[in-house]
């Protein structure tokens, strides 16, 4: 197949981004380079089922994602599920997220998340939108995972997508809300300009 017969690869990161931070964008440049993207989206989540962004508002966390994106190629931010009234589901968001003619479309996550897969609102009809690229996460045990992965590639073929995942291990979000909240200071956790925009807003703190 020529270079101009080849689809255009899209990855798309979703997360509360509560804040957004370097293992997030770690991962990222981790699959594009596994599964050659061409590009990536990074979609804040606006109200999910699942989670409780406290006291940060929708725009705080779509500014941060901004932030951390704005001077690396190729990534784009999308307000999709920011400016969604109610709760968001991936369904919808994919569905409705803009694509080419000749586009398919990578769903970046961890294998903690595929393990939820099933109990997605309209799970089955997410594999006819997008394939799911799974990090496996170093230094854990992924026998569920990859036997929950094998049985979603027999119902779906490839749909699924297995990486091995080169993020920073022990960064999370609610680690940084935890370590700012104690008076700690995330100084290379978070990219340096969300890590100001924290403390202009006094967020977490």
Known sequence: MST????KRTGILGGSFNPIHNAHLALCEYAREALGLDRVILIPTGDSPFKDY???SRTDRYRMTLLASEDLEGYEVSDIEINRPGQSYTYDTLRELPREENEEFYFITGSDILMQLRYWNRSDGLFELT????ALRRNTDNTGCLAEAE???SEHGAGIVLMQDSSPEGISSTMIR???ASGGDPEGLVPQKVLAYIREKGLYS
């Open 151 to 153: 049985r979603l590639f």
């Open 4 to 7: 101009t017969d080849r689809k």
């Open 131 to 134: 394939r799911f690229a799974v």
């Open 178 to 180: 935890e370590l700012i």
């Open 54 to 56: 406290g006291k940060v």
